[in-house]
């Protein structure tokens, strides 16, 4: 058996946990926003894959004037709570759903957003969900992951056998040949409760990183923390359309 065989069923149980624990927790005005790339007039429909308590979800709603935005995570149980708690929010739904398998049609969301959850990822639906993600994004689709200056797996403390993975996204999505990255910041965070402010989005985010910060690679606590949001614009003609004349 493989160390990730597991990794996608367990996750299951770790949505639970995490949104079970998490979802009374009051709403923080800390989130990341990207600075000018998505034209908010385009934005009627939002998908937040792997979206937690459903917090970050509503802020990027309220943002854009989403009339629609659906959260996914695993746990049945999870999303239960998720539709409770936000029941009262028009417009906002929660699905269960894994990353690998989105139940939409294709272009089908003007924003997709994948929020600290591609590194959860079982390395065997790595792919499918980066296929999946862009499959279902209409326009825009944005990534924030934990990505250092090299790629590299560690132990999951809460739960025993499984991982998490750093691992630079950007290359793999704008290979895809319809995904343009548009915008890119690279930040850190000091402390998961104390966040610095800079001229980002105007609210409390965390602080600005060089990639250049990120070496040396070993002992570097920036590469531990590291993260990267990227912005991409879907684009079925960013490939250059040829001819069979073009190659005689």
């Not at 917090?55 to 989403?66: D, E, G, P, R, V």
């Not at 995570?73 to 708690?85: A, F, T």
């Not at 959860?120 to 792919?127: K, Q, T």
């Not at 990505?147 to 991982?163: F, M, N, P």
Request: proline content about 3%; aromatic content about 12%.
């Amino acid at each position: 058996m493989s160390i990730d065989s597991n990794q996608t069923k367990e996750i299951d149980s770790e949505s639970y946990r995490y949104i079970s624990s998490y979802v009374d927790d009051e709403l923080k005005d800390d989130f990341i926003f990207p600075k000018n790339s998505i034209d908010a007039d385009c934005v009627e429909k939002i998908l937040d894959v792997g979206c937690g308590t459903g917090q970050t979800l509503k802020a990027w709603k309220n943002k854009y004037s989403a009339s629609k935005a659906i959260g996914i995570e695993p746990s049945i149980d999870g999303v239960n709570l998720l539709n409770n708690k936000w029941k009262n929010e028009a417009g906002l739904d929660f699905q269960s759903a894994f990353a690998h398998n989105l139940p939409f049609e294709s272009d089908t969301f003007d924003v997709v957003t994948a929020i600290s959850v591609l590194s959860w990822v079982g390395r065997n639906e790595y792919l499918q969900s980066l296929g999946e993600l862009v499959r279902v994004c209409k326009k825009y689709l944005c990534i924030v992951d934990f990505v250092a200056s090299k790629d590299y797996r560690v132990k999951y403390g809460h739960k025993e056998g499984l991982y998490t993975y750093k691992q630079d996204f950007e290359p793999i999505i704008t290979a895809s040949g319809v995904m343009k990255p548009i915008e890119v910041l690279r930040y850190w965070c000091p402390n998961t409760y104390q966040v610095k402010l800079n001229d980002v989005s105007g609210t409390n985010i965390y602080e600005k990183l060089k990639e250049s910060e990120l070496k040396p690679f070993e002992g570097n606590v920036l590469s531990y923390h590291a993260r990267k949001m990227v912005i991409f614009e879907k684009d079925y003609n960013l490939l250059p359309l040829k001819k069979e004349d073009d190659f005689i």
